[in-house]
């Protein structure tokens, strides 16, 4: 068990790493990756959720009662932030159906538990990351869809109900799972959380790599107009946070777990998403993979950068 703790260690430690190398290897050399079928998307994804119900418990929740202000915040920030980004830039670089309808479907996601690594790893408020990201989370059903059908209703079709039972399936059915099973199997669920990491970027690579490789070559043709958009709506996720948080006068760790929040999206929830509810449009599930890709890069860069500032 200690050798396996280490093995997660180490694919935590290096998880953008590791994510760059299969990204590369899955664009360049599709073939090394063509074996993993889009079908498995959705169940990787429901055991990266599954993963996140382990870890949880009652006193991840607690801060929703103490302090609701926080997490009213971050749920504000999250569905208003990031849609409204991601809208703005699909107009600016004049994105076409498919992709724009990847990047909004980025955009109306909520945080990913990357978030919550990114968090600890920048000294920030890691109880209010967790907390925010597991009401997001829970929202996401509802505001998910919702907003998707706002911002894309006069370009392409949105079937609403069904994008709500889509996450309901992939990502509130095994968090629940997971948060149960750690409640009622305390003591083994302890041993497994510290493998957990290996799986969640094992499971995030296969997902990318499916994603990546299948498109290979329209990616190489689009590639570098959706890593602008990309790059730009991950950075000013980063800096809006951050502003929201100086001008509300947070302390520093809480304006360090808001900026991050904001800025990191459940890209595999949006690369899931893109495939079950826009089955014509094979781009849409592009920008979610880029941006799995990027945000483990930027994340990585951004807590180096915040763990200096105390």
């Given amino acids: 068990m200690n050798f396996l703790r280490k093995v997660s260690e180490a694919f935590g430690r290096y998880m953008a790493a590791i994510v760059v190398v299969v990204t590369l290897l899955a664009l360049f050399v599709p073939q090394s990756s063509l ?18 119900g382990l870890t949880l418990d009652f006193k991840d929740f607690a801060l929703v009662f103490t302090k609701p202000k926080y997490i009213l915040l971050g749920c504000l920030a999250q569905f208003v932030i990031m849609p409204a980004l991601a809208y703005g830039l699909s107009v600016a670089f004049a994105l076409d159906v498919a992709l724009m309808a990847g990047v909004i479907l980025v955009g109306t996601c909520p945080g990913g538990t990357s978030s919550n690594v990114i968090t600890y790893l920048s000294k920030g408020d890691v109880a209010l990351s967790v907390g925010m990201t597991s009401v997001n989370t829970l929202l996401a059903p509802f505001l998910t869809p919702a907003i998707t059908y706002m911002l894309l209703r006069t370009t392409v079709h949105v079937d609403i109900f ?19 099973i750690n409640k009622l199997f305390a003591k083994i669920t302890r041993a497994l ?22 498109n290979a070559a329209r990616i190489l043709s689009t590639g570098w107009l959706v890593f602008a958009v990309v790059f730009l709506h991950n950075m000013l996720g980063y800096f809006c946070g951050f502003l929201l948080g100086k001008i509300l006068r947070l302390d520093i760790p809480k304006t360090k777990a808001l900026s991050i929040e904001v800025g990191m999206q459940n890209s595999g929830l949006a690369t899931s ?38």
């Fill in 35 to 52: 074996w993993i079928q889009t079908g498995w998307i959705t169940p990787l994804l429901m055991i990266i959720m599954f993963g996140m």
């Fill in 162 to 180: 069904a994008m709500f039972m889509s996450i309901v399936q992939v990502v509130i059915v095994p968090i629940v799972l997971g948060f149960v």
């Fill in 273 to 310: 998403l893109a495939g079950s509810s826009f089955p014509d449009l094979a781009m849409a599930t592009v920008p979610g993979a880029i941006f799995s890709v990027w945000h483990n890069i930027s994340g990585a860069l951004l807590a180096s950068v915040y763990r200096r500032w105390e």
């Fill in 193 to 214: 959380v510290d493998v957990l990491p290996a799986v969640s970027v094992t499971a995030i690579c296969m997902i990318v790599a499916c994603v990546v490789s299948h």
